[in-house]
């Protein structure tokens, strides 16, 4: 016979989740507000960080062979014709052509970290993280299940690594059953002898 569950005070199961959820809700209601009211510097204040130390920096002396550095600031960097005819549209000359120049070709900036693009097919480029990991993938015995998608280097691999895991292998010994086993030893002989 099962126990009746006691439910106190009766009729708690029908207000028991709803009580919880306004619990929570005014519970997170209640810390994002005092949260919130601390970093707008209302209500308690936060404690003192301490004074501020200014510090003032200044360039340190140079050693004896040493030359001063260009400051970046002064460093002039000549702007191509078009962005300095946007840039200062009310400085022309009233005499200057009003005719645009034609478009010059915009070369992309090489990506950082990239090889060299090879010249020819003889070029040898250093081999990336990614030429390795492929590498590995292929002659994995995932990549050795296909021969036909690998180069004769990674086959050869492939094939004595196949070689060392066969010459590794535990002999086949027989069955069990004398019978069977020398029918097997007369089959293998004759298919051997037709090869």
Request: with cysteine.
């Given at each position: ?5 006691l ?27 005092w ?7 209302l ?8 004074p ?39 400085l ?62 990674e086959?050869?691999i ?38």
């Open positions: 016979m099962r126990k009746p569950e439910i106190w005070p009766p009729g708690a199961e029908s207000w028991r989740k709803p009580a919880i959820v306004a619990a929570s809700l005014l519970l997170h209601a209640g810390l994002l507000a949260i919130g009211l601390r970093t707008m510097g209500g308690t204040p936060l404690p003192d960080q301490g501020v130390v200014y510090v003032q920096l200044e360039p340190r002396p140079l050693m004896a062979d040493e030359t001063p550095r260009q400051p970046v600031a002064a460093r002039q960097v000549e702007a191509p014709p078009l962005a300095r005819a946007m840039t200062a549209p009310n022309r000359d009233e005499d200057e052509d009003e005719t645009p120049s034609p478009p010059s070709p915009r070369l992309a900036a090489p990506a950082p970290n990239a090889p060299p693009a090879p010249a020819d097919g003889w070029t040898v480029r250093p081999r990336t993280l990614g030429d390795r990991i492929g590498q590995g993938l292929r002659t994995s015995p995932v990549g050795c299940a296909s021969p036909d998608l690998l180069s004769a280097a086959r050869a492939c094939d004595d690594r196949f070689g060392r895991r066969a010459a590794a292998a535990r002999p086949i010994e027989g069955t069990g059953n004398p019978e069977r086993d020398a029918r097997f030893a007369r089959e293998g002989a004759r298919r051997l002898a037709e090869y």
